[in-house]
């Protein structure tokens, strides 16, 4: 009878650590979603930013690519899209292809 005593005193420890970590994870959660929001917000000025040299310096070095740009719009997309469509009309200028083909990924982004 003394074990069945303890048992649920166990049992709300447990219960309160469950507790305890789930409300770890949400503002974790919520620590990084405050984190992705102000990433895709610098993101987006920057990108608003880009000229030809640096795209054409970008691409050359490897920095830009599909895979990359891909990400990013995907990440940017509805909320910034004036800076994707402006980063598309100077990556046009300096890649065209690389432009075709992300157009192609993302058919509401036609210039």
Aim: proline letters at 3%; a negative charge; charged letters at 30%.
């Amino acid at each position: 009878m003394e074990g069945r005593g303890k048992r649920p005193a166990d049992n709300s420890k447990e219960s309160e650590e469950e507790e305890t970590g789930k409300a770890d994870v949400n503002e974790e959660d919520f620590h990084l979603k405050i984190l992705k929001d102000i990433c895709c917000e610098l993101l987006s000025n920057m990108l608003q930013e880009l000229t030809k040299e640096n795209m054409l310096e970008g691409l050359h070095q490897g920095h830009l690519n599909e895979q990359t740009c891909s990400c990013a719009f995907q990440n940017l997309l509805p909320l910034y899209f004036a800076s994707v469509e402006s980063f598309l009309e100077v990556l046009r200028e300096a890649d065209q292809t690389l432009a075709d083909n992300l157009e192609k990924r993302f058919p509401n982004l036609k210039v």
